[in-house]
C-alpha cells in the first residue's frame, strides 16, 4: 500500500517537473496529455488506497525520511493515509485530473500552455502534501505551496495589470493569515513539545483550556485565510481573474477547502474548546449570508460563482464549528464536485461568448450550448440542494446538524441563505440560458465546447447528481476517526416538515428566478433603473464597500508610511551607512592602491615595515604575558605557550 | 672583561641591522644579493654563540643549513639575475616594475 | 682576556666590512669587503669553538660563493654604475635600528633564555667535528639529505637559468648585433 501512497503523491510532482521542461518552448500538446495522464495516475493511486481503507484497512503511515532533527526537534517527512485524508486526496485527483483535461481544450490557443500544466500540477502535488502531511510542518509547506501555485495562476496571464495585482492581493492576504497559522503550529510545539498530530493530540488533554484557546484561535486565522472567510475574503472574489479551469480547481473545489480541512484535521482540538468552535461556526454562517447577498446583483459570471464558494465555505465552518466535522468533510466533496463542474461550465460558456462576463450580455444559449446547460443547471440543482442531488445531503445536514444542537440562529440563517444560493445560482441559469438572445445584438457567435471537454466533464456530472447515496457509507467510514455521529431529530413530524419546508422553500425561490430572469425583455443593465440606484443594490454591488475600505484605510496609510520610513530610514540611516562603510573601505584601497608601485625597493621597505610590527607584536605580548597571570593563563589555555 | 652570550647577539643584530639598511636602500639588484648573505651571516653568528653558551649543537646544525641555504639561494638568484639582465639589459631595481598591477 | 680582545677586533672588522659592502658605490669594493666580512666572521666561529663551522664559513661562502658573484659580475656590466637614488635615509636607518633593538630586547629578555635545555649537549673528549658529525648524521640526517637533494636542484636550476644562449657573449658583441638580438627576442616570448 505504501507503493500507492508514493505514487499519489510524487506522480503530480513528476508530471510538474516534466512541462517544467517545455515552459520555454511554443505549446506541445503532448505536455498537455502527460500531465493528465500522471495525474490519472494519482487517482487510480488514490482510489486503490480510499477502496483498501474503506475495506476497514488500517491507515497507512510512513516515514519517508527525515528532515529536521536538532535537539528535541524531530520532524519527519511523514505521510499519513487515514481515512480523512484519503477523502481529501480523491477529491483533489478526481478534480484536478478532469481539470487537467478540461485544460488540454481550454487553454488550447495559449501562449503558455506548457508552463500551465507545470503550474497546475505542481499545486496538485503541494496539495497532496498538504492533506497527506503527518505533521503541522509538512501540512505548513503544503499550505505554502498551494499559495504559490495559486500565486502563479492567478496571475497566469501576468501582461494583464488586473490579473497581477489580483495574485499579489491573493498572496498578501495569505501571508498575513498564514502569519497566524504559524504562531499557531510554534504555539503546539511549544506547549507539547511535538508537531505530530498523534503526538499532539495526546498531549492536548493535559494542556489548560486558555492555551488551547489560543492554539485554536491562531491557527483558524490561517484557515481563515486560505478559506477566505470574512474578513479576509476579498481575494477570492479578485482571483478569479485566473484561467477558468484555474478557478474550478483551485478556488472552488480544492484549495480554498484547506482551511476546512485544517479544522476537521485538528477536531480533537476543537472539540476541546466548543467557545472557539461556536465562533468559527458563527463566522461560517455570517459569511455564508454575507457572501449569498453579494452574488444576488453581481454582473460577473465568475465572481457569482466565487461568491457561491465563499458562501459554500461558509457552511462547512459552521458544520465543523458545530463539530459535527464529517458533515464538513462531506459537503466539501459534494461542493468540490458541483462547484468544479459549475465553473468548467462557466468556462465553456466563455468561450463560447469571447471571455465575455456579463450573463445579461448573453441569454438563450440553451440552444446552441445544450450540453453545457443541462451541466450547469444539474450543478445549480445540486448547489441549491435540490433532492436527490449531491447538495441535498450534505447541506441538509448541515441544516439538520445546527437544529439537533439547538443552534436554532444559524440554523435559521443558513436555511434562508439556502435560499440566497437557489435565487442566484438560477438567476445566473436563466440569464446565461434562457431567454432572448441578446448575445446578437454584441455580433458573437456562440459554439460548443470540444467534445472531448464535455466528456471530461462527465464524471464531475456523474458525482453530481450521485453523491447523496455515498453519504452512509462515507459516515461508517470516518466514523471512528471524526468520532462522529449522526444527527437525528427525534420527532419524525418536525424532521419531514423540515425537508420539505427547506424543498418548497428552495424551489420557490428557483422559481422566482426564472419567472424574473427567464422572460423576454430583459435589458442590459445601464445604471439608470430604480433597482441599481437603490441603497442596498449599491451596497452589494460594492460588495459592502469593503475593498473601499481596505484601500483607503489599510492600504494607503500603510503606503505613506511606507514613503516615509523610505525616505528617512532607509536612505537616510540605513544606505547611508552601507554606503559609509562602502566608501571607507574603497577609500582606503584608493589611498594604499599607491604601496602597489611594482617597485622591488618598494616592497622591501614594507616588508621590513611588517616585520618591525610583528617584532613590536612579540615584544608587547611577551610583556603582557609575563606581567599578568590571566593572560598567561588564557594563553596556556589555547596551547600557545 | 668577560664576553658573553649577549656581546654576540648584540653584534649578530647590529649586522642584522647593517644588512637590513643594505636591503631597503640599494638598488642594485647584486648588492641586494649581498645584503641578504649579510642577513644570512648575521643569524649564523648568532646560531653559533647560543650553541658555544648552552653546550648545544643544535645552533650549529641550523648554521649549516642555513649556509646550505644561502648557497643555493645564490646559486639560482645569480641565475635569474643574468637571465633577466640578458633580457633587460639593466640589474636596476627601480626598473623591474613588471609586477606593478 | 685575549678572548674579549679578539671579540672586539673582529666585531669591529666585520661591522666595518659589512658598513663598506651596504654603503660602496663600486660593486667590486662591496664584493671584496663582503669576502673580507665572511672571513672575520668565521673567526666567530673559532673563537666560539665551533671549528668545523668556521672551515666551512671559509669554504662554502669566500670561496664557492664569493667566486660565484665575482663570475656573475663578469656577465654584467659592472662599469655601468647603477644609480643609488634613494627616498627618506632616515627611514631606512631608523626602520632597521628600531627591528635591531627589538630584537635585543626579545632575546635579552630572561624569560627565553632561562627555558633553554641543552639537547645535543658538547661532550668534552671528542672534537668538535667528530660531534658534529654525529648528530649531524643521527638527529639530523634527513634534514641533511634534504639539503643535499635542494643543493642539487639549485644548481640544476643555476645552470639552466645561466646557461641559455651561452654561446653570446654581450661583452663582445657590437651594439648592432645586442640590438638585433633583443628585436629577435622581443618578437619571441622570451624564457
Given at each position: 500500500?505504501?507503493?500507492?501512497?508514493?505514487?499519489?503523491?510524487?506522480?503530480?510532482?513528476?508530471?510538474?517537473?516534466?512541462?517544467?521542461?517545455?515552459?520555454?518552448?511554443?505549446?506541445?500538446?503532448?505536455?498537455?496529455?502527460?500531465?493528465?495522464?500522471?495525474?490519472?495516475?494519482?487517482?487510480?493511486?488514490?482510489?486503490?488506497?480510499?477502496?483498501?481503507?474503506?475495506?476497514?484497512?488500517?491507515?497507512?503511515h510512513v516515514e519517508m525520511?527525515?528532515?529536521?532533527?536538532?535537539?528535541?526537534l524531530y520532524i519527519p517527512f511523514g505521510f499519513l493515509v487515514d481515512q480523512v485524508s484519503v477523502t481529501m486526496m480523491m477529491v483533489v485527483t478526481l478534480v484536478s485530473t478532469v481539470v487537467h483535461v478540461y485544460a488540454i481544450g481550454y487553454m488550447d490557443h495559449d501562449k503558455g500552455f506548457n508552463r500551465f500544466f507545470s503550474w497546475l500540477s505542481a499545486f496538485v502535488f503541494s496539495m497532496m502534501i498538504l492533506v497527506m502531511s503527518d505533521n503541522y510542518a509538512g501540512l505548513f509547506i503544503?499550505?505554502?505551496?498551494?499559495?504559490?501555485?495559486?500565486?502563479?495562476?492567478?496571475?497566469?496571464?501576468?501582461?494583464?495589470?488586473?490579473?497581477?495585482?489580483?495574485?499579489?492581493?491573493?498572496?498578501?492576504?495569505?501571508?498575513?493569515?498564514?502569519?497566524?497559522?504559524?504562531?499557531?503550529?510554534?504555539?503546539?510545539?511549544?506547549?507539547?513539545?511535538?508537531?505530530?498530530?498523534d503526538g499532539a493530540f495526546a498531549a492536548f488533554h493535559t494542556l489548560d483550556p486558555t492555551t488551547l484557546?489560543?492554539?485554536?484561535?491562531?491557527?483558524?486565522?490561517?484557515?481563515?485565510?486560505?478559506?477566505?472567510?470574512?474578513?479576509?475574503h476579498t481575494w477570492l472574489a479578485d482571483a478569479m481573474e485566473g484561467p477558468t479551469p484555474v478557478s474550478a480547481l483551485i478556488h472552488a473545489a480544492t484549495m480554498v477547502t484547506a482551511g476546512v480541512y485544517l479544522v476537521i484535521r485538528s477536531n480533537e482540538l476543537y472539540s476541546l474548546i466548543p467557545d472557539v468552535g461556536l465562533f468559527i461556526a458563527s463566522l461560517g454562517t455570517f459569511v455564508a449570508l454575507f457572501a449569498a447577498s453579494m452574488a444576488l446583483v453581481n454582473r460577473d459570471m465568475k465572481r457569482i460563482i466565487a461568491y457561491s464558494t465563499l458562501s459554500q465555505l461558509g457552511y462547512m465552518f459552521a458544520a465543523a464549528g458545530l463539530g459535527a466535522y464529517w458533515v464538513a468533510l462531506f459537503h466539501l466533496?459534494?461542493?468540490?464536485?458541483?462547484?468544479?463542474?459549475?465553473?468548467?461550465?462557466?468556462?465553456?460558456?466563455?468561450?463560447?461568448?469571447?471571455?465575455?462576463?456579463?450573463?445579461?450580455?448573453?441569454?438563450?444559449?440553451?440552444?446552441?450550448?445544450?450540453?453545457?446547460?443541462?451541466?450547469?443547471?444539474?450543478?445549480?440543482?445540486?448547489?441549491?440542494?435540490?433532492?436527490?442531488?449531491?447538495?441535498?445531503?450534505?447541506?441538509?445536514?448541515?441544516?439538520?446538524?445546527?437544529?439537533?444542537?439547538?443552534?436554532?440562529?444559524?440554523?435559521?440563517?443558513?436555511?434562508?441563505?439556502?435560499?440566497?444560493?437557489?435565487?442566484?445560482?438560477?438567476?445566473?441559469?436563466?440569464?446565461?440560458?434562457?431567454?432572448?438572445?441578446?448575445?446578437?445584438?454584441?455580433?458573437?457567435?456562440?459554439?460548443?465546447?470540444?467534445?472531448?471537454?464535455?466528456?471530461?466533464?462527465?464524471?464531475?456530472?456523474?458525482?453530481?447528481?450521485?453523491?447523496?447515496?455515498?453519504q452512509e457509507p462515507f459516515f461508517h467510514m470516518v466514523e471512528e476517526l471524526l468520532r462522529a455521529h449522526e444527527y437525528h431529530i427525534h420527532s419524525h413530524t418536525t424532521l419531514w416538515i423540515m425537508l420539505l419546508g427547506t424543498q418548497i422553500f428552495v424551489g420557490l425561490a428557483i422559481l422566482y428566478a426564472y419567472k424574473k430572469y427567464a422572460r423576454s425583455g430583459i435589458k442590459v443593465p445601464d445604471g439608470t433603473s430604480a433597482t441599481e440606484n437603490s441603497f442596498i443594490y449599491k451596497l452589494?454591488?460594492?460588495?459592502?464597500?469593503?475593498?473601499?475600505?481596505?484601500?483607503?484605510?489599510?492600504?494607503?496609510?500603510?503606503?505613506?508610511?511606507?514613503?516615509?520610513?523610505?525616505?528617512?530610514?532607509?536612505?537616510?540611516?540605513?544606505?547611508?551607512?552601507?554606503?559609509?562603510?562602502?566608501?571607507?573601505i574603497y577609500s582606503t584601497g584608493e589611498k594604499t592602491r599607491t604601496m602597489q608601485s611594482g617597485n622591488l625597493s618598494t616592497m622591501l621597505k614594507w616588508m621590513v615595515v611588517g616585520l618591525v610590527v610583528l617584532l613590536s607584536l612579540a615584544v608587547i605580548f611577551g610583556v603582557t604575558v609575563r606581567y599578568s597571570d590571566g593572560a598567561a593563563s588564557a594563553l596556556s589555555g589555547l596551547g600557545v605557550m | 672583561?668577560?664576553?658573553?652570550?649577549?656581546?654576540?647577539?648584540?653584534?649578530?643584530?647590529?649586522?642584522?641591522?647593517?644588512?637590513?639598511?643594505?636591503?631597503?636602500?640599494?638598488?642594485?639588484?647584486?648588492?641586494?644579493?649581498?645584503?641578504?648573505?649579510?642577513?644570512?651571516?648575521?643569524?649564523?653568528?648568532?646560531?653559533?654563540?647560543?650553541?658555544?653558551?648552552?653546550?648545544?649543537?643544535?645552533?650549529?646544525?641550523?648554521?649549516?643549513?642555513?649556509?646550505?641555504?644561502?648557497?643555493?639561494?645564490?646559486?639560482?638568484?645569480?641565475?635569474?639575475?643574468?637571465?633577466?639582465?640578458?633580457?633587460?639589459?639593466?640589474?636596476?631595481?627601480?626598473?623591474?616594475t613588471s609586477m606593478k598591477g | 682576556m685575549f678572548e674579549a680582545v679578539a671579540f672586539y677586533l673582529f666585531a669591529f672588522l666585520t661591522i666595518a666590512m659589512f658598513y663598506i659592502v651596504v654603503t660602496t658605490k663600486q660593486a667590486l669594493y662591496a664584493l671584496t669587503a663582503l669576502a673580507a666580512g665572511m672571513i672575520f666572521i668565521s673567526a666567530f666561529f673559532f673563537?666560539?669553538?665551533?671549528?668545523?663551522?668556521?672551515?666551512?664559513?671559509?669554504?662554502?661562502?669566500?670561496?664557492?660563493?664569493?667566486?660565484?658573484?665575482?663570475?656573475?659580475?663578469?656577465?654584467?656590466?659592472?662599469?655601468?654604475?647603477?644609480?643609488?637614488?634613494?627616498?627618506?635615509?632616515?627611514?631606512?636607518?631608523?626602520?632597521?635600528?628600531?627591528?635591531?633593538?627589538?630584537?635585543?630586547?626579545?632575546v635579552s629578555v630572561p624569560m627565553v633564555s632561562d627555558n633553554i635545555v641543552a639537547l645535543y649537549p658538547v661532550a668534552d673528549d671528542i672534537g668538535n667535528v667528530q660531534s658534529v658529525g654525529l648528530v649531524l648524521f643521527t638527529k639530523y640526517l634527513i634534514p641533511f639529505e634534504v639539503a643535499a637533494i635542494m643543493l642539487l636542484v639549485a644548481m640544476v636550476a643555476g645552470i639552466v637559468l645561466a646557461g641559455k644562449k651561452m654561446d653570446l657573449s654581450l661583452t663582445l658583441m657590437s651594439g648592432e648585433e645586442i640590438e638585433d638580438m633583443k628585436k629577435e627576442k622581443n618578437k619571441k616570448v622570451l624564457s
Open positions: 500500500m505504501e507503493k500507492y501512497l508514493y505514487i499519489a503523491l510524487f506522480a503530480p510532482f513528476v508530471s510538474s517537473l516534466f512541462s517544467a521542461l517545455f515552459t520555454a518552448t511554443p505549446k506541445k500538446l503532448f505536455t498537455g496529455i502527460i500531465a493528465s495522464l500522471l495525474i490519472f495516475t494519482s487517482l487510480v493511486s488514490s482510489t486503490i488506497l480510499l477502496i483498501y481503507l474503506f475495506k476497514g484497512g488500517e491507515p497507512i525520511m527525515t528532515w529536521m532533527a536538532t535537539g528535541d503544503g499550505w505554502e505551496g498551494v499559495g504559490l501555485c495559486s500565486w502563479g495562476l492567478i496571475g497566469f496571464w501576468f501582461h494583464k495589470e488586473s490579473a497581477s495585482w489580483a495574485a499579489n492581493e491573493a498572496f498578501i492576504m495569505n501571508r498575513i493569515a498564514d502569519l497566524g497559522m504559524l504562531i499557531g503550529i510554534f504555539l503546539i510545539y511549544w506547549n507539547t513539545g511535538t508537531l505530530q498530530y484557546t489560543w492554539i485554536g484561535i491562531f491557527l483558524f486565522i490561517g484557515a481563515m485565510g486560505k478559506s477566505a472567510q470574512f474578513p479576509l466533496m459534494a461542493h468540490a464536485f458541483f462547484k468544479a463542474l459549475l465553473f468548467l461550465g462557466a468556462g465553456n460558456v466563455m468561450h463560447a461568448m469571447h471571455d465575455e462576463l456579463d450573463p445579461f450580455k448573453m441569454g438563450g444559449l440553451k440552444k446552441v450550448m445544450k450540453w453545457t446547460w443541462i451541466m450547469m443547471t444539474i450543478a445549480s440543482l445540486a448547489l441549491a440542494g435540490i433532492f436527490p442531488f449531491a447538495g441535498f445531503f450534505s447541506k441538509d445536514t448541515i441544516l439538520e446538524a445546527a437544529f439537533a444542537d439547538h443552534h436554532y440562529v444559524i440554523y435559521g440563517v443558513l436555511l434562508f441563505t439556502a435560499g440566497l444560493t437557489a435565487f442566484y445560482s438560477f438567476r445566473l441559469v436563466a440569464l446565461i440560458f434562457h431567454g432572448e438572445e441578446r448575445y446578437k445584438l454584441f455580433g458573437i457567435h456562440p459554439h460548443e465546447a470540444y467534445r472531448f471537454m464535455l466528456v471530461a466533464m462527465s464524471p464531475l456530472l456523474l458525482f453530481a447528481i450521485i453523491a447523496g447515496v455515498f452589494l454591488i460594492n460588495q459592502y464597500y469593503i475593498p473601499y475600505f481596505y484601500e483607503e484605510y489599510i492600504i494607503r496609510p500603510y503606503r505613506e508610511l511606507s514613503a516615509v520610513f523610505w525616505q528617512k530610514i532607509d536612505i537616510k540611516i540605513v544606505d547611508a551607512t552601507v554606503d559609509g562603510i562602502a566608501g571607507i | 672583561m668577560e664576553i658573553g652570550l649577549n656581546h654576540y647577539l648584540v653584534l649578530s643584530t647590529i649586522l642584522f641591522a647593517i644588512g637590513l639598511v643594505g636591503v631597503m636602500k640599494r638598488k642594485n639588484l647584486l648588492l641586494l644579493f649581498f645584503a641578504t648573505e649579510i642577513l644570512l651571516n648575521a643569524v649564523n653568528i648568532a646560531f653559533a654563540a647560543i650553541s658555544h653558551y648552552y653546550g648545544d649543537l643544535t645552533g650549529q646544525m641550523f648554521a649549516f643549513f642555513v649556509i646550505a641555504i644561502a648557497a643555493s639561494e645564490v646559486a639560482v638568484g645569480l641565475g635569474l639575475l643574468i637571465v633577466w639582465f640578458k633580457r633587460h639589459g639593466t640589474i636596476d631595481l627601480d626598473l623591474m | 673563537i666560539l669553538g665551533a671549528d668545523f663551522l668556521g672551515a666551512i664559513q671559509i669554504i662554502v661562502y669566500t670561496g664557492a660563493v664569493m667566486a660565484l658573484y665575482a663570475f656573475g659580475m663578469m656577465f654584467f656590466d659592472t662599469t655601468r654604475d647603477v644609480k643609488e637614488k634613494q627616498g627618506n635615509k632616515y627611514i631606512i636607518v631608523g626602520l632597521s635600528t628600531l627591528a635591531a633593538v627589538l630584537i635585543v630586547l626579545i
